[in-house]
């Protein structure tokens, strides 16, 4: 092990490899604690064996003494040599008080270079200036070369290298073997707003919905810890009559339109719905599973939408934090110009005269079919004058949709309109064998009221 050492540390000379000497640092310790190893067990061997001769214990009591030799002979100031204990005594109690009390110097070795007194040392700040520009106040060597930073800085693990305090647990790796990274305590991503905590009190700055010291646990009345929730856990509303909740262990499931044959019950209506919805004109294209209108030169110059059927109305709490996802395909007419580019993509309706919109920032190329994927979460929603939707505003919107509208036109003229695939998300009591629901409440529910939101009285 030793010459595989040597050879290490020969290599390492050559190379100038900091993998190479990390290695030959390992090997160093290795053989240390071989030696140690072998130290103890040989001690612990005489200790043993003392009864029956303790001879090879004293030899080696005696080994650990101060050398049996003494002091070799010594060379006197005036250049005799002082052989006995008595002579080398007087020689050495000459030369420190020479050195220490006196004020000449011809007791002093005749090799040994004469030293100013303190008094008669001039000290200018130039010199003082000099001496500290040359002292490197951030480092400094302990034993065996092992670099002692200051009190404020952090000492890189595999190099002479030293850090401010500060950047340790940054995010960023400073030391170059990256030790100022290794083990560090980091914020959770679902419930916090930073990535490391601060670097004094340690403590993550949570989402509003969350606490604890990395952010990882839900404040009361709230639940589902999620990443994609700006609040960090969802707030329980149960329609405003408890604030007790839990996520359901309900799985998700879906309700979709794929139109092989006929229309599926959906229709094209103006997004007043006053005008009487249109049900006649449409085709299936069975290869691609698409509803196609081509009439809508029959029609008023309106902007018109796609009126979804029965099964995608009602009580759909369920859909909270699922997706409503179709694919639409339009071809303009003579005139392509834009057409109410303010209009929303999706529109909800409930009879208790609460609408929520959902609007897109481009509109679909035409001819093209376009997939779009909906969030069904209040923060990608709004009221139709702007103001941003809430949880409970989109909880009591799904509770009763009276109308659920996907825009169908774009331009001024259009020739043809088309939907394919449409999918909502929902939440059964039974193995869909999809994720389970978490983010739809299950609420404790008072007397007189049931639903997992309580939205049935």
Known sequence: MIKRKNRTHANYKRNNSMRIKRKWQELRRNINKEIELAHNNYVNNLIGDIKQDSKPFWKYINNQKADKQGIPPLKTHDNKTADTDQQKAEALNTQFTSVYTETKYESVPYKTPPVDKMINIIVTTKGVEKILKNINASKAMGPDATLICRADQFTCTQQFQ?????????????????TDEEGCERC???GSLSQLPDSVTRQCTCKANVYGRSCVQCKQNTFYLSVNNPYGCVSCFCMGVSQQCTSTFWNRAQIGAFFTRDRQGFSLGDISQRQEPTTEG???NSNVRELIYRRFNTLPRRVYYWS????????????????????????????????DTAAPLVEISVRNDITLVYKDKTAPTPNTPEVYKVPLYEQFWTRPEGEPATREFLLMALADISALLIRATFTRDTDSASIRDVIMDIAEDRDTRLDRAYAVEQC??????????????
């Not at 995608?312 to 339009?330: A, C, E, H, M, P």
């Not at 404790?444 to 009285?457: H, I, M, N």
């Open 444 to 457: 404790a529910c008072p007397t007189g009221y049931k639903g997992l939101s309580c939205e049935v009285s």
């Open 282 to 284: 449409f085709t299936v």
């Open 308 to 339: 979804l059927p029965q099964r995608f109305l009602g009580d759909k709490v369920t859909s909270y934090g699922g997706n409503l996802t179709f694919g639409i395909r339009y071809r303009p007419g003579l005139d392509t110009s834009p057409q």
């Open 188 to 190: 959770d991503a679902r």
């Open 162 to 178: 030293c850090i401010p305090a500060a950047r340790k647990c940054d995010g960023f790796a400073d030391c170059s073997d990256r």
